[in-house]
């Protein structure tokens, strides 16, 4: 069954620090990767994604993810974590093709930045 | 471009009582999803809907909840009869129609809680 796995559901990192967020997926087939973020009682924007070519996706706010099929991972990153980076962060893996709405969410990060 | 709309942002409702739940798709969209997001989960997909057609029910419980997506208005999430369990964040996703790999753009989501 598809699914996806994000292992640490809790990340506090010290501003200007470097970040990782790790995610690991289940799928049978080329997966579509989605990271997106949420603040407190908001909805989900998106920051970034892959869908083929370059493995190594850049996206908004300075994150990047790259895409290691050999290790069923899509992994976030940031070199330099700013305060208003604290939010939660899901990791999503969708079908190939067509419109990507039906997705499988991980569970979640959520991040703390210490001053 | 105005995003996805969803109302209400915050609703309560009494045990055995019904939740209706609007999603306005971006302008040009004609694809809707629904998710949920029980606190401290991450997002499930509920149902997936064109105009006027259910493409895909798969995650939505078998009774007191359905959907629609009329040729003309809002989509409508229904839950009938609500109970303690139904608490929780309920987001709408669209995207448009004819647009090969193309991402879901969420709503703010509805917050609903059963008192």
């Known amino acids: 069954a598809q699914s996806v796995t994000q292992p640490d559901i809790h990340i506090t990192v010290s501003e200007g620090a470097s970040l990782e967020l790790r995610c690991n997926y289940s799928y049978g087939a080329t997966p579509y990767l989605f990271w997106y973020v949420q603040s407190p009682g908001q909805g989900l924007q998106l920051l970034l994604k892959y869908f083929s070519g370059d493995t190594l996706v850049q996206g908004i706010k300075g994150f990047e993810a790259e895409f290691k099929r050999s290790q069923s991972s899509f992994n976030l990153r940031k070199p330099s974590v700013h305060w208003s980076d604290a939010a939660e962060y899901f990791c999503?893996?969708?079908?190939?093709?067509?419109?990507?709405?039906?997705?499988?969410f991980g569970k979640g990060t959520k991040l703390s930045v210490k001053p | 471009n105005a995003g996805v709309m969803q109302n209400p942002r915050h609703l309560v409702r009494r045990r055995g009582q019904e939740a209706r739940l609007r999603c306005s798709p971006m302008?040009?969209?004609?694809?809707v999803y629904w998710y949920r997001q029980l606190p401290e989960e991450g997002l499930k997909f509920m149902v997936y809907l064109q105009k006027e057609n259910i493409i895909d029910e798969s995650g939505m419980p078998k009774e007191r909840f359905s959907a629609e997506f009329p040729k003309e208005g809002p989509s409508i999430l229904r839950i009938q009869q609500v109970v303690r369990g139904d608490s929780a964040a309920y987001f709408c996703?669209?995207?448009?129609?004819?647009?090969?790999?193309?991402?879901?753009?969420f709503g703010q989501g509805t917050r609903l809680t059963v008192v």
């Open positions: 999503a893996v969708g079908s190939g093709g067509g419109s990507q709405g039906n997705l499988i």
């Open positions: 302008k040009g969209h004609s694809h």
């Open positions: 996703a669209s995207s448009p129609l004819g647009q090969v790999n193309t991402e879901a753009f």
